[in-house]
Each structure stands twice: as C-alpha cells, then as structure tokens.
C-alpha cells in the first residue's frame, strides 16, 4: 500500500533534539528516493531533506544544514527513514512531512507521496 507513516514529533525546547521516523512500504518504495519537507502555519511548504534510493547521495534545505540528518534503512521489505533534528530553533516549529518520489526541478523540490505530517514544536 502506498501510505507513509510518519512518528516522533513532539514539544522540545530550543537547543534540543529530536528523530522522527517514517515507515513505507518496502515493496514499493524500497528504490525511490525519499526526503522530508515542512510547512509551518501561514507559510508554504519547505524542502528540508532528500535521499536517494540507495542512502548514498543526500541533500538538505538551506536552513537545515548541519544541523539535520536524513538517514534510511530498506531492510526485510520496509523503509524506515529518518530525520535526526539537533540545535533546533523555534523556527523549525513546523508540520513535518515524509515524502516519496522526492525530486527536483528548476531549484523546487516536491514529492509524488506524501504522508500524514507529524508535529513538532519548537519553545523558546
């Protein structure tokens, strides 16, 4: 089934840390490429992070860099990916997104799939 199923937002203080998690279906999505992106209230969706199907090419939004991590597993037909958040900042407060078919065209980047969302919350 082609739903993903995103986990581990929550409420953090600013400076701190947080994994979410997104389950597929490996059958699937086990050789697409996948990423994360967000949106926080009033604003457009924003690209965070990509990877590609293998786990050996990444990339990551401006705002993100060296501070995020995308990571994934494609084990016993499933993907689990990741996105290990540090020094986070109230302005990471956002509905984060797991997305597959992630791609880029003209510097926008967008998906095919998309799950849920998950919450996070940032505090000053």
């Known amino acids: 089934q082609e739903t993903l199923v995103e986990s581990g937002g929550g409420l953090v203080q600013a400076g701190g840390s947080l994994r979410l998690s997104c389950a597929a279906d490996?059958?699937?999505?086990?050789?697409?490429?996948m990423g994360w992106f967000r949106q926080a209230p009033g604003k457009d969706r924003e690209f965070v992070a990509f990877i590609n199907w293998s786990g050996d090419r990444t990339d990551y939004g401006d705002s993100v860099k060296d501070r995020f991590t995308i990571s994934r597993d494609n084990v016993n037909h499933t993907v689990d990916l990741y996105l290990q958040m540090n020094s986070l900042k109230p302005e990471d407060t956002a509905v984060y997104y797991c997305?597959?078919?992630?791609?880029?065209?003209?510097?926008?980047?967008?998906?095919?799939?998309w799950g849920q969302g998950t919450q996070v919350t940032v505090s000053s």
């Open positions: 997305a597959a078919d992630v791609w880029s065209k003209d510097s926008t980047w967008s998906a095919d799939y």
């Open positions: 490996g059958h699937i999505f086990s050789t697409h490429a």
